[in-house]
Structure formats: structure tokens, C-alpha cells
């Protein structure tokens, strides 16, 4: 029997380790089995091919939309929905307290399902339409956000005769952030649930539960309206599950980023009925520590009546998210499709759920869910996924040990001789570990060091050289060196780079315990990872694969396709939903670090038991050399010419947020001791005023407020529409000489104030007079107490002595009346008077484009920057 090349080699070795052959024998024959010098870099240009042939299409696939024409078929229309949408569209920015969203869109809502309601079939359904007018208020990050009169649309669709009392609930909203037309941030969502209302209420078809579609006209300031719905609406103590979908990008898939909490059917309902699965358990965790700027109704709904339920929201072109350029024209009918299908589908599924009636009886802890390139959807329970994690760590390391004493019995080696080398070999894949997710965030520093962050924001291409080519060298480059300078001549080269491989998985395995003892549910990623290496290591281990040669390798290769595409489409969805969020993460933090920690994780756990297969060939050099070039050209391009410049006109802009401010200063007896005006900006991204720098728009003059934070209360400047204290801090100041003017300036009236007959307390009264955004900012001096007041009482027994501003966030919908507020101030020598408190009053004019000077000053941003402003006054007064 003619023996095959492979039998060769290990026939030479086996002479070799019983002394039979010379040492340059054995160096010749491990020469002939590894691969020419060009091997490397095919063998990592197919892996890229795979992932732009494969990952990238498949990441951005749509389903062909349903015309009119497929109506009969029962399905979700997407032209319908598209014609719902340009209307929507046509309305404008759509802010609370606006006619566009008090008065046009809520009859543009009301008019559709004035049709719809037309063609409901009346012998199977009922469907009903409320218009709650809500006010109310609640806390939220030690600030009182109060509504007065924001408005909700809702419609309740019943199946004839029903008994059921647990209502299925759909929410999206309709209101918008300033300037944006919100086509994808929600009005996308919002025409779904119509076009679903729509096949629901026409179909002949049986649902055992109501069905509650609500439609909320404030979401976009702190989620208020869904508060009003869910703490005062007749339906609500009814709704038991709740379908959320909202929006931080236009034109894509949405994906499923929250469950539950604690009740992992619905994940099973989800992928029995979502036809199109996008989501991971990875998304929940990193959405649920809160440091995306983004949050949804879902909070609410699980905060303030413990519903359960999916939350959902488009991700993708985040670029256009609450900016002008939030128009249908990104948005194709495809993508509208893509979540019809998926929504309507759930809203049948669950709408017939025995587990409506009850669910707590089915709370069950968290699951583990992913779906696997929008092609098929895996879950399991949290306790399942913790036993799956110890199991496939487990095997992980008892395979290599028992790969060690093969190891060794091959070589004719003692098992201490092979564990010593492996423990060697362990610390380096440390280091490797180490220097392959440290190089990427060496780069992010040294570019933010020299104010070239966001340089791949427009340009995601460039993350391949500025992040995962230094990933790649540093994550393999320890091993390249040991290779290359080991002496052992009893272990093989083939052996010792199995070794080096079994170093990477025993780290992951170590990793996956660790993490799966701490609670971290993402912990999959790890356990799938190494799924992958252990079937093929087991393999070679069954048959003579392991020991012959490098021909343990071809099973590896195959095997890790399904690693490979999982994880760089998984990583890639975040990049790609993370990107554009760093476009608006501040002027603080470095977003850089950020993408490149993330695309090291990505390419590590996508190529990193690939790279280290690069050993193999001959001149393996040259792929270092090659992929620090990529490096260097990479870092030239994006410090040194336009492609490395963040913005572009349209689709890749700058947020530029700023207010046009006049503030005025009043003193307890009533003298003005500041009246100024001037722009007060918050820089949305890291690089702040830099890139205005040579433009048209003048900033001479532009000044950091930290010294007025230090002085003023608040920083004696207004609350923006989503500004925090940390953006005041960072915020910058331009003065201008000419007073800005608003369309009318806030009154605050004292009307009384009376000591009360325990003599040391005082009550005020007062008649405030401002628009429909506006905040209030009131600090007591010391030995100063508010015992009560208009707002929230539960506040001030809360905070008595944390010694910061009270802040009050007051939106109004339809309600544009004077507003009434009272304070009872304790003050313990009853000496009332002195000062006893700073009040504070931020009028905003969101409805105004501002007077000449501020219109002129917007209009010298250059394109690629959207100026997102409108006036504001600020009032100091001492009480």
C-alpha cells in the first residue's frame, strides 16, 4: 500500500524521537509540511472574502415588500404603511407642545384610524379609540419630570364575546426631538402599528386576548406620555405584556435588544413568530448598564406597573438619528417590510398566549438568545446557558490535558516536559491577549492625544488598519517570536503550535468560568466559541489526525467557518450600531477607545484561533510586515487627508447643539446684577468647536463654562432639551452684544408669602408664565428647608440634605395655561427675612427659529455640521 505524504511525515518523526534520524532530517521534513510564503496571506484574505461575501450581505438583508395587490394574502403591507409614512413625514419636526404634534399628527393618527376602524370586520372584532389627555409627573435621575396634557393615542381591538381581562399591549410614539421629522425615530414604528392594526382588524382570524395599541405623543422628553398611559389610563392595570418598539437609527432591520425581565417564554414566542430574527443577549446587557445615550418606554412599563414584554428598535444609520435628515428618503419599503412582518407576527403569537393570563406563574429567570446571521434564532433558559458555559469550559480542559498526554506519549516526552512547555506557552497567549486588545486602544489614545478621534466615522473601512491589523500582530506576534526562537527538538513545531492554540482556549475557558460566575449572560459568545475548537480537537483525538503532522488543521479550519461568520457578524453589528452613537457620546469621554476595544474583542474572537495558524508558513514574516504596512498607510490616510475628516453632508453629520441664551440675574431686592446674551454651546462628540475652526461660522470669543459652574447655580444657564449637569460643565460660552431675542419672556409672580402659626415656616405662592418647555431650578441656603411644595413630596422627604439644586422638567402638551406652584420653606431661628432661596426659571422656545442675528449666525454652519438651537431665556431670582 503506497502511503500518502502525511504518513510520511509522521513515520519521520516516530524514526526521529527513537534516535533513528539526524536533527536535520527532522528540520527538513517540518520545512515540507509547512506551507509556501504566500499561504499566510491568502489563508487571511479568504477569512476577509467570507466575511464581505457572506457577513456583510447577509447583515443588511431585506425581504422584498408586499404590494396592495397581496392584501388578500393576510400579510403586512409594506405600501401602505410607506403611504402612512410620507404623510407622517410631511408634518415636520413634531415636538411636544407643537401644532405639528398636538394638532396635525394627532389628526393625521385619528383620520387613518377613522379608515381603518371603517373596515374592521364587526363580526369578529370590536375595536375601540381613546384620546387621553394625561398630566402627571415622576422622578428620574434626581430630577421631577412633570407633564401637563401630553397626548396619547390609544385603540383597543377585542375579539367578539371575549372573557379575557389581560390585554397584550403594542406602544411606539409619535413626538419627535427638535428640528427632525422623525420618519425612522418612530414615526417607521408608528405607521407599523397602524398597518398591523390594519391586517388584524380586516383578517378573519381568532386572538384569545385584547389587544391595546398605543400610540404616545411624548416619549422623546423622558418618556412621558407612556408614564401618563400606564399610571392613569383605564386599560393599563389590564396589560399584562408589552410589545415596545422605538427607534436610534432609519432604515434596517430592528433588533430585539431587551426581554422580559424574568420570564424567557416570550423569547420562544419570538422566535416562533419574528420571521426575520435580529438579536442577542450581548445587546440587552451593554443597553441595561445604561451608558448608550438612549433609553426606551420599556423602562417605564416594567418600572411603574411590572409588565414584561419584548422591546425592540431599528439600529441601523444611526448618522440621521434626531437630525433633519430623518426622512423617508432613508427609509426603503423594504425595511418597513422587514419589521411589519416580524410585529405582526408577535402580536398574533402573543395575543393567543396562554401565558397572558398569568405570567408570573411562567417567570423562569433570563434566557440566552442569538440569532445566527438573520437566518435562524437560538435561546435557552439563563440556567441552561450556565450549564452549558461550566460544561463546555470543562471539556475544553480536560480535552487538552488529555491532547497534552498525547503530546506527549508522541514524542516520546515525559507529561511534566509538555505541561511545563504549555504553561509557557499559556503566559505568552497572555501577553498575546493583552497586546492584541491593548495595540488598538493605544492607537484610539495616540489619535485623540492629537485630536484626530472619530477619523473611521464616516470612513468604517479604516477600522481594518487603524484596529484590527494592530490586533492581529499583537495577538499573534508573542507566539511568532517563541516559534521562532524555541530549541526544544522533542516536541515538533506542529505540536508546539497546537499547543499555542490549546494556550488561547484554555485562557477563553478560564474566561467563560469567570464570567459565567459573575452573572454576565454574554458569557455565550465565549461557550460558542469554544464549541467549535473542542469538536474538532475531539475529532483529531478519536482518529490519528492529531498526531500526524499539521493534519490536525484541516478540521479546524472547516469547523471554525461557524465561529468565524457568528462572531464578525456579531461584532459587526455593533459596530455599526455603536458607531454613529459615538457622534453624540460628548465632549468627555474618548469614543475611540470605545470602537477599538470593541473591534479588538471582535477580531479576536473571530480570527483567533485562525491567526495563529499563520505560523505555518515558511516566511510568516512578511505577514507581519504586511499588516503593519496596512497599519501605517491606514494611520496616514486617516490623520493626513480628507477620508480621515469624521463628517460629510447629509449622511454623516456633526451635532451642534446650542441655545441662544439670554440670562438675567436677579438679586433679593430685586436689582438686575447680569443681563447678558450668547450662545451656549453642548458639543455633541469628541472634537467639540476643532472641526469649525476655518469655516465661515465665527467663534472668536468661545469659552468654557466651568467658571460659571463654580459661581451660578446650574451653571446660570438653561436646561437644554436633553442636556445634563455634566454637558453644562463641558459647555461652552459665546457672547454676543446684541440681546437675543425671544418670541415672549417667562413671568414669575410672586403672589404671597405668609409665615405660618408655628412661626418657623414660610409659605410662597407664585404664578409662573412660560412656554411649554421650561425648567426650574431651586436651591436653599444653608440652615434652609423646603418641607413642601407643588411637586413631587416624595423628593424632598428623599433628598433633605444632599444639598444640590431641586430640579423640575415641566412639558406641556395642549395645556398652555399659567402655571400655580406653592413652596413652605422651614427655617429653624423662623428669620424669614433674609434670602432663603435661589429660583431659577429656563424658558425654552423650541417652536422658534430666533431672531435675525441667530438666524444668520445658524446659517454660517458649513454642511457637513447641522445646527440643532433654538432661544432660550434663563431668570436667577432671590427669594
Same mark, same amino acid.
Given at each position: ?52 461575501? #457572506? ?50 399628527? +394627532? ?50 381591538? /377585542? ?20 428640528? /427632525? ?53 383605564? !386599560? ?68 411603574? /406597573? ?17 437630525? @433633519? ?61 450556565? #450549564? ?54 493605544? +492607537?484610539?489614545? %495616540? *489619535? ?14 479604516? %477600522?481594518?488598519?487603524?484596529? +484590527? ?7 499573534? %506576534? ?31 475557558? #478560564? ?16 461557550? !460558542?466559541?469554544?464549541? &467549535? ?13 492529531? =498526531? ?69 508558513? @515558511? ?23 480628507? #477620508? ?32 447678558? /446674551?450668547?450662545? +451656549? &454651546?453642548?458639543?455633541?462628540? @469628541? ?21 460659571? $459652574?463654580?459661581?451660578?447655580?446650574? $451653571? ?53 408664565? $412660560? ?11 444653608? =440652615?434652609?428647608?423646603?418641607?413642601? !411644595? ?15 439644586? *431641586? ?28 434670602? %432663603? ?32 438651537? !433654538? ?9
Amino acid at each position: 500500500m503506497k502511503m500518502g505524504d502525511t504518513d510520511k511525515t509522521q513515520v519521520s518523526y516516530e524514526r526521529i524521537e527513537n534516535g533513528g534520524e539526524p536533527q536535520e532530517y527532522r528540520k527538513k521534513v517540518e520545512r515540507d509540511s509547512t506551507g509556501p510564503w504566500y499561504f499566510a496571506s491568502n489563508f487571511l484574505l479568504f477569512w476577509a472574502l467570507l466575511f464581505f461575501a #457572506i457577513v456583510v450581505p447577509l447583515f443588511y438583508r431585506l425581504p422584498a415588500a408586499m404590494n396592495i395587490e397581496d392584501a388578500s394574502k393576510g400579510g403586512f403591507i409594506a405600501e401602505r404603511a410607506y403611504d402612512n409614512l410620507y404623510e407622517f413625514d410631511k408634518i415636520g419636526s413634531k415636538v411636544v407642545g407643537s401644532d405639528a404634534n398636538e394638532n396635525k399628527t +394627532v389628526q393625521f393618527l385619528l383620520k387613518e384610524l377613522a379608515l381603518i376602524q371603517e373596515n374592521v370586520l364587526d363580526d369578529y372584532f370590536d375595536m375601540e379609540i381613546d384620546v387621553q389627555i394625561t398630566s402627571g409627573s415622576y422622578l428620574k435621575s434626581e430630577s421631577i419630570y412633570m407633564y401637563r396634557a401630553v397626548q396619547n393615542i390609544i385603540i383597543k381591538l /377585542s375579539p367578539k364575546n371575549t372573557t379575557s381581562e389581560t390585554y397584550l399591549l403594542v406602544n411606539s410614539h409619535f413626538d419627535s426631538k427638535p428640528t /427632525s421629522p422623525a420618519a425612522g425615530d418612530a414615526g417607521h414604528m408608528a405607521v407599523t402599528i397602524l398597518e398591523v392594526l390594519r391586517v388584524m382588524s380586516s383578517t378573519k382570524q381568532t386572538f384569545d386576548h385584547p389587544i391595546v395599541f398605543l400610540i404616545n405623543g411624548a416619549e422623546e422628553k423622558s418618556l412621558l406620555a407612556s408614564h401618563g398611559f400606564i399610571s392613569q389610563h383605564k !386599560w393599563a392595570p389590564f396589560c399584562k405584556v408589552v410589545i415596545n418598539l422605538d427607534a436610534a437609527g432609519s432604515g434596517g432591520r430592528e433588533i430585539l435588544f431587551q426581554t422580559g425581565p424574568d420570564n424567557p417564554w416570550l423569547v420562544d414566542y419570538y422566535k416562533k413568530n419574528a420571521k426575520h430574527p435580529f438579536a442577542t443577549t450581548m445587546a440587552e446587557e451593554i443597553f441595561q448598564t445604561g451608558l448608550l445615550p438612549s433609553d426606551t418606554d420599556f423602562r417605564i412599563f416594567t418600572k411603574y /406597573s411590572n409588565l414584561i414584554g419584548l422591546d425592540l428598535g431599528q439600529c441601523i444609520n444611526g448618522y440621521v438619528y434626531h437630525t @433633519r435628515y430623518d426622512r423617508i428618503d432613508v427609509i426603503p419599503r423594504t425595511s418597513l417590510q422587514n419589521t411589519g412582518d416580524n410585529i405582526l407576527g408577535l402580536v398574533r403569537g402573543l395575543s393567543n398566549a396562554t401565558e397572558l393570563r398569568n405570567p408570573k406563574e411562567y417567570a423562569a429567570g433570563h434566557a440566552v438568545f442569538f440569532d445566527v446571521l438573520g437566518l435562524y434564532f437560538v435561546h435557552y433558559s439563563e440556567s441552561t446557558g450556565v #450549564i452549558l458555559n461550566y460544561f463546555v469550559a470543562g471539556a475544553t480542559i480536560v480535552l487538552i490535558f488529555v491532547s497534552l498526554l498525547r503530546t506527549a506519549s508522541v514524542s516520546n516526552v515525559s507529561t511534566g516536559h509538555v505541561v511545563g512547555l504549555f504553561i509557557l506557552i499559556v503566559v505568552l497567549q497572555v501577553i498575546a491577549l493583552l497586546l492584541g486588545l491593548g495595540l488598538p486602544v493605544v +492607537v484610539a489614545y %495616540l *489619535f485623540d492625544m492629537y485630536g484626530l478621534s472619530l477619523t473611521y466615522y464616516s470612513t468604517p473601512a479604516l %477600522l481594518i488598519g487603524l484596529y +484590527v491589523c494592530p490586533t492581529l500582530i499583537g495577538f499573534s %506576534l508573542p507566539s511568532f517570536v517563541y516559534l521562532k526562537l524555541q530549541r526544544d527538538d522533542k516536541v515538533s513545531f506542529a505540536k508546539q503550535l497546537q499547543l499555542v492554540l490549546h494556550g488561547h482556549a484554555t485562557i477563553l475557558a #478560564i474566561l467563560g468560568i469567570g464570567l459565567t460566575l459573575y452573572g454576565l449572560r454574554t458569557t455565550y459568545v465565549i461557550t !460558542w466559541t469554544l464549541l &467549535f475548537y473542542v469538536i474538532p480537537l475531539a475529532f483529531n483525538l478519536l482518529t490519528t489526525l492529531h =498526531d500526524r503532522g499539521f493534519a490536525w488543521t484541516a478540521v479546524l479550519k472547516v469547523v471554525q467557518v461557524i465561529p468565524f461568520l457568528y462572531n464578525s457578524y456579531l461584532f459587526y453589528t455593533f459596530i455599526v450600531v455603536i458607531t454613529p452613537m459615538m457622534g453624540r457620546f460628548g465632549l468627555s469621554t474618548n469614543p475611540d477607545l470605545i470602537v477599538s476595544a470593541l473591534t479588538a474583542l471582535g477580531t479576536v474572537f473571530s480570527l483567533g484561533f485562525l491567526v495563529l495558524l499563520v505560523h505555518m508558513s @515558511r516566511r510568516s514574516s512578511l505577514i507581519f510586515l504586511g499588516l503593519l504596512a496596512v497599519t501605517a498607510l491606514t494611520v496616514y490616510i486617516a490623520s493626513s487627508t480628507q #477620508i480621515g475628516f469624521p463628517y460629510r453632508p447629509k449622511t454623516n453629520v456633526q451635532r451642534v447643539h446650542y441655545l441662544q441664551v439670554r440670562r438675567v440675574f436677579y438679586e433679593y431686592d430685586g436689582t438686575v446684577s447680569k443681563d447678558e /446674551s450668547g450662545y +451656549v &454651546f453642548d458639543f455633541q462628540d @469628541r472634537r467639540g468647536a476643532a472641526p469649525l475652526k476655518g469655516t465661515k461660522v465665527n467663534l472668536t470669543g468661545l469659552v468654557s463654562m466651568k467658571s460659571d $459652574c463654580e459661581k451660578y447655580m446650574m $451653571c446660570g444657564v438653561p436646561h437644554n432639551y436633553k442636556s445634563s449637569q455634566s454637558s453644562r460643565v463641558n459647555g461652552m460660552w459665546l457672547p454676543r452684544d446684541q440681546p437675543v431675542e425671544t418670541p415672549s419672556v417667562p413671568v414669575l409672580e410672586l403672589l404671597s408669602k405668609t409665615v405660618l402659626e408655628n412661626n418657623k415656616t414660610v409659605r410662597f405662592e407664585f404664578n409662573l408664565t $412660560c412656554p411649554d418647555q421650561t425648567s426650574l431650578f431651586i436651591q436653599p441656603y444653608e =440652615d434652609v428647608t423646603i418641607s413642601n !411644595w407643588s411637586f413631587l413630596l416624595s423628593h424632598l422627604e428623599e433628598n433633605t440634605s444632599s444639598g444640590s439644586p *431641586f430640579y423640575i422638567i415641566i412639558s406641556n402638551g395642549i395645556e398652555s395655561s399659567p402655571l400655580n406652584l406653592f413652596m413652605e420653606i422651614t427655617k429653624p431661628n423662623g428669620d424669614f427675612n433674609v434670602p %432663603l432661596f435661589q429660583f431659577g426659571v429656563s424658558a425654552l422656545y423650541i417652536h422658534s427659529k430666533g431672531d435675525a442675528m441667530s438666524v444668520k449666525f445658524s446659517d454660517s454652519f458649513p454642511s457637513f455640521a447641522v445646527a440643532i438651537q !433654538w432661544p432660550a431665556v434663563y431668570q436667577r431670582y432671590i427669594f
